[in-house]
């Protein structure tokens, strides 16, 4: 059974840091079209796609307009974790943040993580 679980989150200053990891368990098999990702929602709102990482394919990751040059997406292989390092935090990224993945076709979601950015 897959297992996404997400830690990481807590409170960050404006203009601060925060790592994000999401570890993943009990996937197997390789398709091209896997891939890990990080989405985040805000009460009221739709879930938004921050980063996405193809597991199986060479390419670079893929960034939402929002995050890109402040949010680094990165796989720890080893560890089998998905890691979202963020910089240049602002209040707007204040959200619950999950962890999102496609294997072989199927969708997994954690169960989230909350980051508060205080003004």
């Known amino acids: 059974q897959v297992q996404l679980v997400e830690s990481g989150g807590g409170s960050a200053q404006a203009g601060g840091s925060l790592r994000l990891s999401c570890a993943a368990s009990?996937?197997?098999?390789?398709?091209?079209?896997?891939?890990m990702g990080w989405f985040r929602q805000a009460p009221g709102n739709r879930r938004e796609e921050v980063a996405r990482?193809?597991?199986?394919?060479?390419?670079?990751?893929w960034y939402a307009d929002s995050v890109k040059g402040r949010f680094t997406v990165s796989k720890d292989n080893g560890k089998n974790t998905l890691d979202l390092r963020m910089n240049s935090l602002k209040p707007e990224d204040t959200t619950m943040y999950y962890c999102g993945a496609r294997f072989t076709g199927r969708s997994y979601w954690g169960k989230g993580t909350q980051v508060p950015v205080p003004t």
């Open positions: 009990g996937y197997s098999g390789m398709h091209t079209d896997d891939y």
């Open positions: 990482l193809y597991i199986y394919r060479n390419v670079n990751p």
